[in-house]
Structure formats: C-alpha cells, structure tokens
C-alpha cells in the first residue's frame, strides 16, 4: 500500500488534517513552553548569582575541585605519588566595561537555564514532531527524549569536568615572552 493511501486512511479515522497556519500556532506554543522553562530555570540562577559564579564558573579556579581531587586520588592509588595533582593557576577576572558585569551575569544565567531546561525543550520538541509520523517510526524511536537528554547532559558533564580545569590552567597561565 503506498504511503499517501496510508495517510488518507489514518486521516479517515479520526486525526483531523491542519492547515499550515494551524502548524505554526502549534510550533508557536510549544516554542513559548520552551522559552517559559528557559525563563523559569534562567530566573532560578539570575536569582542565586553567588551560588552560580563562586561555586559553579568559578569552581575550577578553586583547589578542592572535584577534578583536582579525583586526579590526585588516581595518583596516589596508582603509586604515582603527586604527579597527577595540581593546582589552578592563580589570576583575576577584570573587566573592561562598565556594564560587562551584568550583562556576564545575564548570559550565563540564560545558558544554564538552557542547559537544564534542554529535556523539557527536546521533549516540547518531539511532541511537535510526533503527529507527523507514522506509528512504526514512534515505535521504532520510543524513548529518543530519554536517550538524546542523556547524551546531552552527559557532554556538559564532561565538558565541564574534563575540558574547562585543563583549558582554564592552559589559558590563565599562558604567557608571550
């Protein structure tokens, strides 16, 4: 049976067919859930501005960071004695402009709502997505929220555990001669 027989089948049987100006109200809410869960979480962390820099950004600059401790952990155990613990590189954060300041605070609030909102807005996401496929295709992809927020959430895990410390050391004490 070809696809589009399928369709009109489907369509017989009780889904009502949207015009596209019915697809972009229905894009449009589920965009506006999206930008409220951004708003909400990025509320949450303009709200706890000492939480967020001293113990979040800024932790990395700290010498009880997790990574720290894990990697001298390792070389203890491994009998390396102190060759895998280090400390950050000390330096000072200066700002050239008058409103820099706030506008740091406004743009790291807003990306960590994105990044903890990031499941409801892949969700909000495959909820627009989902009418448009076949029942096999929603079969076959069960569970692609779960997985891909997962994944997601996993690479700022390791980003910020793994890539910053190293990157964070290598750029504060890189000097010219």
Not at 16 to 34: N, T
Not at 67 to 81: A, D, I, K, P, Q
Not at 152 to 176: D, Q, V
Request: hydrophobic content about 50%; overall charge neutral.
């Amino acid at each position: 049976m070809p696809l589009d027989q399928e369709y009109v089948r489907e369509n017989t049987q009780g889904e009502k067919e949207m015009s596209f100006f019915d697809h972009v109200a229905e894009l449009r809410m589920h965009i506006l859930r999206a930008a409220l869960a951004i708003a909400v979480f990025g509320g949450f962390f303009f709200a706890n501005k000492s939480f967020v820099f001293e113990q979040v950004i800024f932790g990395p600059r700290r010498e009880d960071f997790f990574t720290y401790r894990v990697l001298c952990s390792w070389s203890h155990s491994l009998g390396l004695g102190q060759n895998m613990c280090f400390k950050p590189v000390k330096f000072d954060i200066i700002t050239r402009q008058l409103g820099e300041v706030l506008m740091q605070h406004l743009f790291v609030s807003f990306w960590l709502g994105v990044i903890c909102a990031f499941p409801y807005i892949f969700w909000e996401f495959w909820r627009f997505i989902q009418p448009g496929l076949h029942e096999t295709e929603r079969k076959s992809i069960r569970g692609v929220v779960a997985v891909c927020s997962l994944l997601f959430l996993m690479g700022i895990g390791f980003g910020y555990f793994i890539i910053a410390p190293f990157s964070i050391n290598f750029l504060a004490g890189y000097t010219l001669e």
